[in-house]
């Protein structure tokens, strides 16, 4: 979220817009930092906030004009997402694939009171493991392209989170075995999440979602586990959530528990309190209090830093025997050429001895993640 | 002009036999997204987009349900103080043009 510039202040509030306990509004932009809060609005995809709060004259803004064509470009890409996330299930549904849609779509057309409100980039499905290659078969035959090549053979079922891949449009689908890389991925279990699971009308046609509580648990991880300082619209999707009066708070308790999530809620709900300024439940805050394991709290910690291999590291903690173990350490250290080369640099000749001194950089404190 | 392509030749307006149809409504079909004073439209399938202005986006907006073309030129003439004579006939065109572009459709008699 950064720091506490006048900018930032502003941008966080805007990020409110709407919200019960939301202070602050009308909102009003100096005019020296018109431009500065409407590229802020665009990075962090609240343009449609900002047009919901100036109609409702609660922004006071000069460039009014700027954050209309903004808005106006970026649901014309919505729509065109919306288009091709039509043609996708409709081909996973042809393949007997089940789908659950995550993210951008779901959350815009059913937790906000407009989906103008919620501006999205790309597609992000859910697949069952046992229909991993089946789906990526699926975007193949529709011309779409990996982007970074799976590093040898069956590590995405085991130990991926999903693939990204390119349309022939040009835009992109993410495609998820589970919610997020790492071991918060590896612990909670993503078949059933298909248990918990409701449909939305989009085109004409009922697609498959998450329910509300297992939005507002992928909301919260995307938060805290996607980039850092996390961005202000996840952490609108998890307020959004909270307000939404359908999470199952019972239920998220036991999955905090079951899949070692409970630093990640305790963090998440933290930070919206935080950046948002918004008040949260009061059973967010007890799955807060909640006694996490040493090791949930050292994964969550190891996600913030690249020192000693964080992230990598803390993966090969999470996961289970030996054997798996060594399989994903071997990967690591010896990936499948092409990966190789998708993760080298521009003009730089893929090498594994570049790759191995990463642990000794590690070793010494240095950076570069796996 | 209400109705905008954002790409493509501008299609002819055809008339059908009969104007006064019973109830329109938006089409389950059409993807869209209403901007300050325009809605955006896309169709899944089909290249392009749509935008709504003026009276069209007036018109969609009243779309949230089922209303004949009486209605829509009552709810028209109110809103812009225009006499129903002076409008109905574009009120009729409009629906004949939204309907032929696939945004909205024809409730059938007795149902919506």
Redesign the interface.
């Given at each position: 979220v950064g720091e506490r510039s006048p900018l930032v202040s502003l941008t966080r509030r805007l990020a409110s817009y709407g919200l019960a306990g939301a202070s602050g509004f009308p909102l009003d932009v100096p005019e020296a930092s018109t431009d500065g809060f409407l590229s802020a609005l665009l990075a962090q995809r609240l343009t449609g906030l900002g047009?919901a709060a100036w109609?409702a004259g609660q922004l006071g803004l000069s460039q009014s004009g700027a954050l209309?064509a903004s808005?106006?470009e970026v649901?014309?890409s919505?729509?065109?997402i919306?288009?091709r996330l039509?043609?996708v299930v409709a081909d996973f549904e042809e393949e007997g694939i089940d789908v659950l849609i995550l993210k951008g779509p779901a959350v815009a057309h059913t937790l906000y009171p407009?989906?103008?409100w919620r501006p999205f980039g790309d597609i992000d499905l859910l697949v069952r493991t046992s229909d991993w290659e089946a789906a990526c078969a699926v975007l193949e035959r529709q011309g779409s392209a990996r982007l970074v090549p799976e590093p040898r053979p069956g590590f995405d079922t085991r130990f991926g989170k999903g693939a990204e891949y390119r349309c022939p449009d040009g835009l992109e689908v993410d495609l998820h075995r589970t919610l997020v890389v790492g071991p918060f991925g590896l612990w909670l279990d993503p078949d059933e999440l298909f248990l918990h699971s409701d449909t939305f009308?989009?085109?004409?046609r009922r697609l498959r979602r998450l329910e509300d509580t297992a939005i507002m648990l992928h909301a919260c991880l995307h938060a805290i586990l996607g980039p850092n300082p996390p961005l202000l619209m996840p952490l609108r999707d998890v307020a959004q959530a909270m307000a939404s009066g359908s999470i199952d708070w019972n239920l998220l308790r036991e999955w905090a528990v079951r899949w070692n999530l409970g630093p990640v809620l305790a963090r998440a709900f933290g930070t919206v309190e935080e950046a948002l300024e918004v008040p949260v439940p009061g059973e967010a805050r007890s799955i807060s209090m909640l006694e996490s394991p040493r090791r949930a709290r050292k994964a969550l910690e190891a996600s913030f830093t690249e020192r000693a291999g964080g992230p990598a590291v803390a993966t090969l903690r999470a996961i289970p025997g030996i054997r798996a173990k060594a399989a994903y350490a071997r990967t690591l250290l010896f990936p499948g050429r092409a990966f190789l080369t998708s993760r080298s640099g521009v003009g730089e000749r893929p090498s594994y001895v570049r790759r191995w001194l990463k642990p000794v950089r590690w070793l010494r404190g240095g950076t570069g993640g796996p | 002009v209400s109705v905008r392509e954002t790409s493509g030749p501008r299609p002819a307006v055809h008339l059908g036999a009969d104007p006064t149809p019973s109830r329109f409504r938006r089409s389950a079909a059409a993807l869209f997204r209403e901007v300050g004073p325009e809605v955006l439209l896309a169709a899944p399938g089909r290249a392009g987009f749509d935008a709504l202005s003026g009276a069209a986006t007036a018109v969609w907006s009243h779309l949230g349900r089922p209303r004949t073309l009486e209605e829509l030129v009552d709810f028209l003439s109110e809103r812009y103080v225009a006499p129903r004579a002076s409008i109905e006939l574009d009120v009729q065109v409009l629906l004949a043009e939204l309907t032929r572009r696939g945004w909205i459709e024809e409730v059938p008699r007795g149902r919506g």
């Open positions: 047009m109609e209309l808005q106006r649901m014309f919505v729509l065109g919306e288009r039509l043609r407009d989906p103008a009308l989009l085109g004409g | -």
